[in-house]
Structure formats: C-alpha cells, structure tokens
C-alpha cells in the first residue's frame, strides 16, 4: 500500500512534467525528420527574412512562413508586404495597450500577465507567430527615446514583469521576442555606437531580466540590438548569443536580428544569430541568404550550424503555429479593454498632493476646465516606434467628460501647440518650444472662471520616439509658462503630466500642490485618469525610476559618458544605475524610485526575521504587519531592500530584493510574508567568474521607495 501511495504522489507531482518532457521528445523527433528531408537551399532560406515581417517556410514539407509582428503597445496594423505602408485593412484594429513604463509603474506583475494575453489572443486573430515585445532595457539615462517603451531601472523589477508578460504572450502559443540584448540604452547613435560595460555590471544589472525572461519565462525568441557591446555587434556577438544566453542559460529558441541590424555573414552565423530580419530587399542578398549559401560551401560555416539554426525554428514553430490545440484568438474584445483599465488604472502615480484637492470634491464643483493639448491627443501612434490602429482611445478630455457628466459643466482650452515631428529636422520643426501667449490667454481666461483647472501637459509620441534621444529634460512646447499662467489665477489647478520618461517638474513642484503623472495609458487611459480623479480609484502607482532634480545628477551625464566618445559609450559608473546611484552618492533626487502617494495612508510595524543567521543555501522570510490608517480601499507597495556595510568590493547604498502591492481596506490590516534567497544577495565577482555571497551582515530594509525606509532589521550570513 505504502508503495502504491509513493507511485500516486510520484504520479501527481511529476506526471505533468513527465508529459511535457514527452511532448518535448516527440518535437525533437519530427524536427530531426524534417531537417534530413530539407536541402540546404531550403534551410538557408528560413535563416532571412522574405518580407518586412516574414521569413519563408518549406511549402512541399508543410512548413509555413513565420510571421512576426510589432510589438510593445499592442498588434500593429498591417502593412503591405514588402513596404511600411499601410494595407489598408478593415479589420485590424487592436487594444492600445499602456506602454512599458506604465506597466512597470503598477510594480504588479499581475498585470504585466495580464498585458502580454491581451497580446497573444490579438496576434493569433491576426495569425502572427512572434510579438516583437516586451522591450525591457534598463532605463540607464532619462533621455532616451525608448524609454517610454521599457520597464525601469532596475533589473528585478524588470525581471518580474518580463517574465510574467512573456509567460501571458506564450500562453497563448505566440511567441514573445524579447528585447534588446543587450546593452541598448540609448538611442542616438544607437546603431553605431560600442557600449562598454565590464562584466559585472552585466550580471548584475543589464543581464537579469533576460535571463529570468529565458530561464523562469520560456521566452521562444530574443531580438538582437543595434549597437556594438565592448567591440563587436550585438548582432555577432559569440560572448552574448552562444557563451551566455545558449550556453550559460540554456536558451532553445530563436535569435532574430533587429531590423537591418545584421552586418556580416560569417560573423553572424557562427556567433549565434538565427535570424537575419530587416526592411527592404533583394531579400536574397541579405548577409544570411546566398552570401550564407556560400559560405557553409566554403567551408566557413558548418552544416552542424545550420542545422542548429533550422531546429531552433522548427522548434519555435512546433510551440506556436504548428502546436497543438492552437487558440483562434480575438481582438479588441471588451475583455482586452477592461485589462487596458485595469493596467491603467494602476499605473497613474500620485506625485504630489498637498492641499488633498484630490480626489474632487464632487458637490463643491460646478464647472470644470480641462487645459492642454494632451487633454485631446491620442498616443497609439506616432513617431518611430511602433504604433496601434486602436479601435478606440478614450481621450482625458473624454474621460473626464465621461465621469463628470452629471456633476459639473466641463470646458476645453488647448493652452499650448505640440509642434514636433519625429520625422522632421531641428530645423524643420523650429522653435517649438515657445509658447503661444493667444492660447495662453484663452487658457487663462477659462480657468479663473472654474472652480477647478485639469491642466493636461507632458509629452507625445511624436516627442519621445525610436531613433532619436531628447535633448534636455524640459518639458515641450512652451508649457511651464502655460502652467505659471494657469495656475497663478486658479489655486485648485490640478497637473497631469502624459509621458513615458522622466521630466524637469522642479517649477511645477515647488508651485503647484497637485501633480499626477499619467503615462501613454492605452485604449482606456481617460476613463482611468478620470476614475482616479474624482476617486473611484484610489492612485496606487510607483515611480519606476528615479526624476532627478538636475540632468547631470544622472550618472551617465554625472560621468560624461553619454552619448559617447568617437562612438564609443563607455558605462563608467558599472552597478551604480538609477536609485543604486543616487542613495550611493547621497544625491537628492526630485522623486525617488519606488515613490508615489495614495488617497489613504498605511503603516508598517513588526518588521522580523525567522532567524537571525543563514547559511547560503537557505531563504530569508521577512514578516511584517502593514494596516491601512486611512478611510478608503487602497492599495501600497512595500519594497524590502537589502544592503551590505561591509563587503570587500564596492555595493550599492541598499538593492531592492522584493516588493509586493497589497490591497487593504480602510482600517484593514494584515501580515505578510515576503522571501529572499540568500544566494540573491551575492554579486557577481569578475576574478571568479561566478556569484559570491560573502559571509556577513546584511541589513534588511522595508519602506515605499528607495528614500523612505521605515523599519530595518540585520541579519548574518555564515
């Protein structure tokens, strides 16, 4: 009977993984069978793209083109085959999905699986095999034109989400492409430019969330970046594709080139590049199509490699357009909208509140003005990057309209021209900083006769966009003085910023006692600014990077080693990225990583440890009590950091280690339990070429951003 027992649980906890190593077995089998029946010709010929967003098939043996579409905000349109213009469809239409730093603003990775289903269920409607998304490069340096499209600036934060929005893509048997590795911080010079970057800054802070994305999150495909790491491309790079990401983590997918990101044959085939993609034929001149076809008769590439190259294709075919059961998929479902709320919903950061004017006092308001550009502009396209055909983007101006309706009159005034193309030269799009005083004036003169002023500013798609960098971090288009004008005659004037990256709100913060920080907030972004406005959501989002108060107390500017020297950029401040550096170099910043208010207040109390010392292989759990002190629902995160006083190279002030959102109800308390492994604690010593947790005493830290710790405790590791 005993032994019976043992089989049955044996059978109940491994018969899962017993089935998918069988699965996996009989993949390998019909991939094998299909590489002996393939000529060479046909296998080079899946090794490059045939299209903008395609790569060929073999017809005669059932194999069919692999398809690939863009990308982080949700399923683009389609395009012409072999051109970027618009096919004109009728059914395209997607959900405009928030952009990366919005998710990673929830500090949910709920949501971040919630994201990447609404985009596997929307690319198997359009048949696409492989979502160019999630991008999540460390947000390195404020200025760059992606980071709107990224996470954060630090690497377990982002791991977190990767991995949960590559687990949401691929449950839908789509591939998630992530990306790009590695390195590419910047976009100025951006296919040009040799980043150098020592070894341990890699480990620890531009390798972790790719590897979590690979190791813990299956992801089917990695997209290669532009730029050249310490000497050679990223795209024929043998130390990042074969040594680390196939080698050291075990990745069975499929590495793509960016677009046009490709620039050797050789280089490229034996350095681990899979894919060759980009943007314009004769296709079958591409370094990967008869160039390669000449080289492996050459000799300079072997057939093994080939054959590597086909069977991580076929292999990342047989998990999604030739897997089992494959789902049909829809799009623009009530479903997909209601996640774009709730990502929304989630994401808006409540920076400054001072004078509790929010949420509004619904029966004290009778007439509303909502000023600015933003209030009326839609963020699904735009600029280079790659953009949504939304169905429907709800408006701020809509929103509020909306949500208000029956409450109070709500007037418009734009207040400011956003004149500024991506597409255009400096010259070209002239002084669009200044302000237009005709459009101040009728701002003006709307908001003294308000009770409340929503001033919608910030940024745009046009503004923050692929391939190109920001010059400075002043706000566009003339706004500060329309903020000064507005706000000067109505006190209860309400700020709203609209953007993807860090921005100047020095003069807005000193001046104005409300400011909330919206993002590019997808299909339902209006209704969910306005929801938190009026209170119906009580804000809940984090700051995923740091705001400086000036540029230079970025370190990248602080180092003087952007955008680079002779095209050459190198990372001089190593670990120190983002928060890691500011708490280091006790520089003040405006907000901190990890900061943002709620419309009711928490408390944390109980701060304890299981034991006081740990041995390398065992795990941490930090318990605490957290109790909402406020009169409404609200939601907090707590951040536990870790730091090392003593340690024989340099760590940063304190590293954040685990968060957790949890929501409580007005007076509702509750004690948590959250779990560190001891080996999470280690850096990465370049002498031994591994991770090194030393022995010592390490503090544990537990607060709501990287400047507000409120309880610590210490434990030993022997």
């Known amino acids: 009977m005993k032994y019976i027992i043992t089989c049955f649980i044996a059978l109940f906890l491994f018969g899962g993984v017993s089935a998918q190593n069988k699965n996996e ?8 069978s ?31 083109e692999l398809t690939c579409d ?13 051109d970027w213009a618009s096919a004109n469809w009728t059914t395209d239409s997607a959900t405009f999905l928030p952009n990366g730093s919005a998710i990673a603003a929830t500090w949910n990775p709920t949501m971040a699986n919630k994201y990447g289903v609404v985009i596997g269920e929307e690319a198997n409607a359009r ?13 390195r340096m404020p200025l760059c034109g992606r980071t709107y499209e990224y996470y954060s600036e630090d690497p377990y934060l982002n791991s977190l989400l990767a991995v949960q929005a590559v687990k949401g893509i691929q449950s839908q048997h789509v591939a998630a492409c992530i990306k790009h590795f590695a390195a590419n911080n910047q976009e100025l010079n951006r296919d040009s430019v040799n980043t150098i970057v020592d070894e341990r800054a890699l480990q620890e802070i531009y390798f972790p969330a790719f590897k979590a994305a690979v190791r813990q999150g299956n992801a089917y495909t990695v997209m290669s970046a532009y730029n050249k790491l310490n000497g050679y491309w990223c795209s024929e790079n043998g130390y990042l594709l074969n040594k680390v990401l196939k080698n050291d983590w075990g990745f069975k997918g499929v590495v793509m080139s960016d677009w046009a990101g490709t620039h050797h044959t050789v280089a490229a085939a034996n350095n681990g590049l899979d894919i060759e993609m980009g943007s314009g034929g004769p296709y079958e001149q591409w370094y990967m199509a008869k160039p390669l076809l000449a080289a492996v008769k050459a000799g300079s590439v072997s057939q093994k490699t080939i054959n590597d190259k086909v069977s991580r294709i076929l292999w990342l075919m047989y998990h999604t357009s030739m897997s089992a059961n494959h789902p049909k998929g829809s799009i623009s479902t009530p479903e997909h909208g209601k996640a774009a709320y709730e990502i929304a919903s989630e994401s808006i950061v409540l920076l400054k509140n ?23 502009r839609t963020f699904a396209l735009g600029g280079y990057g790659a953009g949504v055909k939304a169905k429907y983007e709800v408006t701020a101006l809509q929103g509020i309209k909306i949500k208000f309706d029956k409450i109070a009159e709500v007037s418009f005034a734009q207040g400011y021209r956003a004149n500024y193309q991506a597409n255009k030269t400096a010259v070209q799009n002239g002084d669009y900083n200044k302000p237009d005083q005709n459009l101040i004036d009728e701002a003006v003169a709307l908001a003294k006769k308000s009770d409340v002023a929503i001033l919608c500013i910030g940024s745009n798609r046009e503004y923050e966009s692929e391939a190109h960098d920001r010059k400075s971090l002043e706000l566009p288009f003339g706004e500060q003085a329309l903020v000064n004008a507005v706000s000067a005659v109505n006190p209860n004037t309400v700020i709203v910023v609209m953007a993807g990256a860090p921005y100047d709100l020095n003069e807005i913060s000193k001046s104005n006692h409300t400011i909330v920080w919206s993002w590019f907030n997808g299909s339902e972004a209006g209704n969910a600014l306005a929801d938190v406005l009026k209170g119906t959501v009580n804000p809940s989002g984090k700051l995923p990077f740091t705001f400086p108060v000036s540029l230079n107390d970025s370190p990248a500017f602080y180092m003087d080693t952007y955008p680079g020297n002779k095209l050459t950029a190198e990372y001089k401040e190593g670990i120190l990225v983002g928060y890691r550096w500011y708490d280091t170099k006790n520089i003040t910043p405006l907000f901190p990583f990890g900061y ?10 109980h701060l304890a440890t299981d034991k006081p010392v740990y041995r390398k292989n065992e795990i941490i759990h930090v318990r605490f009590t957290i109790k909402n002190t406020g009169d409404r629902y609200g ?38 339990d959250m779990q560190v492994k001891v ?39 022997k």
């Open 679 to 717: 080996t999470d604690l280690a850096f990465y010593d370049e002498a031994k070429k591994g991770w090194n947790t030393e022995a010592g005493e390490y503090v544990i830290e537990l607060g709501n951003s990287s400047r507000n710790i409120i309880l610590k405790t210490k434990i030993t590791v």
């Open 70 to 82: 863009d990308g982080p905000l949700g399923v683009r349109e389609e395009i012409k085959r072999f």
């Open 25 to 32: 077995a009989a993949i390998k089998l019909k991939i094998n």
């Open 635 to 672: 939601a907090e995160v707590v951040q536990l950091y870790v730091s090392e006083p003593v340690s024989t190279v340099q760590r940063p002030q304190k590293e954040l280690k685990a968060f957790k959102k949890i929501f409580l109800k007005a007076g509702e308390s509750k004690t948590i």
């Open 34 to 64: 299909v590489i002996k029946k393939m000529t060479l010709e046909e296998k080079i010929a899946i090794l490059h793209g045939n299209a903008l967003f395609s790569s060929a098939g073999v017809p005669r043996l059932g194999i069919p």
């Open 127 to 139: 048949k696409k095999n492989v979502m160019l998304a999630p991008a999540f490069n460390i947000c």
């Open 354 to 376: 001072d004078k509790q004017l929010l949420p509004l006092q619904i029966g004290s308001i009778k007439h509303i003005a909502v000023i600015g550009d933003n209030a009326i």
């Open 596 to 605: 943002g208010l709620s419309y009711t207040g928490f408390s944390l109390s």
